[in-house]
Structure formats: structure tokens, C-alpha cells
T-cell receptor, first 113, second 110 residues
């Protein structure tokens, strides 16, 4: 158990809909990262938050947004969903602004139908 | 930017030794990490090289050569449970998120 909790584990929704994925980092970790993993693809970095503020952006679509709350949990919002958004979405956390070791949650498997 | 290249698949038999290579192009990085991911599971940290040379952790070792823009993960005494995907990743300057390669699927057979 990495200590990172993601909910829900599975999500099935229709095209055009909006969903929210939730992540609770390890106790004490200030950095939260979101990654997308499509079939047979690597881990694509989406966005990073550090202590409530956005720190870095990767290949995140404009339809996607995220935030980190005062209690350090984070949410990833995906809107106007398309079939191609079906993927595993991972949240990871680390202690500093960008440590060498990141701890990953079990992921949310999103299926858009 | 950063890009990392790994072989897509590697096969081996139980008890053997396998090396998974990672070549990278980057404008700079703090170190090279390796992560293991079983099918559908969460990636888990295996090893990290900040400096050139070999780091050993049990049956797994990792190597980095910055001058050659190259690293590898060495897995010894392979077991069936080592069948998984292995990702190399770099820690970019500025302390931002890990950037991952596309991963290598290792299949271990008996």
C-alpha cells in the first residue's frame, strides 16, 4: 500500500459528460501529480500541484482541469468527454517539489462509451 | 524537452538475467529512476541513479552513464512474478514531475 488513495476505482460514463477523480496523497506529501495511461502507452504527465498551487503542466487538455485543496487532496476534472479519454488515471505524491521517488495510487479506470 | 527510449518487449526464462536499456535525450535532469508496473496495477519505485555507476538493490541493479545518455535496469535470478512493465523516468530540473519512457514489457517463462 503506497498510502495514496484514489477514488473511484472504476468509472463508466457517456461521451460529452463530466467526471471528477479524487486523490488523497500520502500523509505529509505536499506534491501531487496526475498521469494518464492509455492502452499500451506510457505514463503521460498531466499536471502537478505543490502545497495547493499549480507547479507544472504537461500534456493536459483544455477540457481537463485540476486543483489541490488546503487539506492537500486533489481532484482532476474531465469534461466534454470523448472516447479517446478512456484510460487509467493515476495520482502520485511525493514529499518535496519534485522528489526522485513518487508514490502512486491504484488509479481510476475511466471508460467513456 | 525530454524523451526516453526503451525496448517495447523483452522475454526471458526463470533464473536468467535480463537487461532493460533506456536511452534518453534531455536538456538536463537530476537522476534516472526505474518503476515496475504489474498489469493494471500502480507503478512502484524500484531504483534511482543520481550519479554515474551501478546501484544495487537485491536482485535488481540500475546503471547510469550521463556521458552516453544511457541507463539500464538489470534483473537477476528472474522469477515469474517479475513479469511486468518496467519504466525508466527522469527527474527534470526545477523539481517537477517525473517524465516516463513508454515502458518495457518483460515476460518471464518457466
Amino acid at each position: 500500500d503506497s498510502g495514496v488513495t484514489q477514488t473511484p476505482k472504476h468509472l463508466i460514463t457517456a461521451t460529452g459528460q463530466r467526471v471528477t477523480l479524487r486523490c488523497s496523497p500520502r500523509s505529509g506529501d505536499l506534491s501531487v501529480y496526475w498521469y494518464q495511461q492509455s492502452l499500451d502507452q506510457g505514463l503521460q504527465f498531466l499536471i502537478q500541484y505543490y502545497n495547493g498551487e499549480e507547479r507544472a503542466k504537461g500534456n493536459i487538455l483544455e477540457r481537463f482541469s485540476a486543483q489541490q485543496f488546503p487539506d492537500l487532496h486533489s481532484e482532476l476534472n474531465l469534461s466534454s468527454l470523448e472516447l479517446g479519454d478512456s484510460a487509467l488515471y493515476f495520482c502520485a505524491s511525493s514529499g518535496g517539489k519534485g522528489n526522485t521517488e513518487a508514490f502512486f495510487g491504484q488509479g481510476t479506470r475511466l471508460t467513456v462509451v | 524537452g525530454q524523451s526516453l527510449e526503451q525496448p517495447s518487449e523483452v522475454t526471458a526464462v526463470e533464473g536468467a538475467i535480463v537487461q532493460i536499456n533506456c536511452t534518453y535525450q534531455t536538456s538536463g535532469f537530476y537522476g534516472l529512476s526505474w518503476y515496475q508496473q504489474h498489469d493494471g496495477g500502480a507503478p512502484t519505485f524500484l531504483s534511482y541513479n543520481a550519479l554515474d555507476g551501478l546501484e544495487e538493490t537485491g536482485r535488481f541493479s540500475s546503471f547510469l552513464s550521463r556521458s552516453d545518455s544511457y541507463g539500464y535496469l538489470l534483473l537477476q535470478e528472474l522469477q515469474m512474478k517479475d513479469s511486468a512493465s518496467y519504466f525508466c523516468a527522469v527527474s527534470p530540473p526545477g523539481g517537477t514531475a517525473l517524465i516516463f519512457g513508454k515502458g518495457t514489457t518483460l515476460s518471464v517463462s518457466s
